[in-house]
């Protein structure tokens, strides 16, 4: 399911920033960059599962906003082309995108289907808040991971679902209120769980 999407961007870069400066945040991004192409992998195998038209899905994943994005943004900066004006353009914009991501997790919550669907999202929040912090902390180690890169893996693994999952799942027609009802969970959830495991490996 979508909603397994780490929010490693828009929760995971404020809270890294906040507690490791910029040295953390430039780890982060990294390892967001690499995140995106994972869990998008793992959406569309999902998409493809759960969805229905796989022409429409393949077809949405090849043109997905963000995906381009980043591609341009990459390719930007390795050129080291100037921006100019669009910086301008894409900073504006950018504030209006949490805004509308919240609005639309809002629309989308259905509090009969957060209740039947309690055990779904108690099963995916576990897993994005508990136990996948607890495999980002065995793999680091397994690699030699110490200090900053350590730290930063094992609390960017710890955030919540991600809102992209939301858009996923708008777009290849999954179930859109179970999705919001584990984004929506995990998300309150980890005002607990973040400060126990920055606690902990702190």
């Not at 869990?39 to 997905?64: E, H, K, P, Q």
């Not at 350590?150 to 919540?160: F, G």
């Not at 005002?191 to 920055?198: E, G, K, T």
Request: proline share 4%; charged share 10%.
């Amino acid at each position: 399911m979508p909603a397994a999407m780490v929010n490693s961007g828009f929760m995971g870069y404020p809270v890294v920033l906040g507690v490791f400066g910029d040295a953390g945040l430039l780890r982060a991004i990294l390892y967001d960059m690499g995140s995106v192409f994972v869990f998008l992998a793992m959406g569309v195998l999902l998409s493809f599962i759960f969805g229905n038209d796989y022409r429409r899905i393949l077809r949405r994943t090849l043109f997905f906003p963000p995906l381009w994005a980043l591609f341009l943004g990459v390719a930007f900066n390795a050129l080291s082309l100037p921006l100019g004006l669009i910086s301008h353009i894409i900073d504006y914009l950018s504030r209006a995108a949490v805004p509308l991501i919240m609005i639309s997790l809002g629309l989308s919550l259905d509090f009969k289907v957060i209740r039947s669907s309690l055990k779904d999202a108690a099963i995916v929040s576990t897993f994005r808040l508990l136990i996948s912090p607890f495999l980002a902390a065995l793999i680091v180690t397994l690699f030699l991971f110490s200090g900053l890169e350590k730290s930063v893996a094992i609390i960017e693994a710890a955030m919540p679902s991600a809102m992209l999952s939301m858009v996923l799942s708008i777009e290849n027609d999954l179930d859109i209120s179970l999705t919001a009802a584990c984004v929506f969970m995990s998300t309150t959830l980890s005002l607990i769980s973040l400060p126990l495991i920055i606690g902990l490996i702190g």
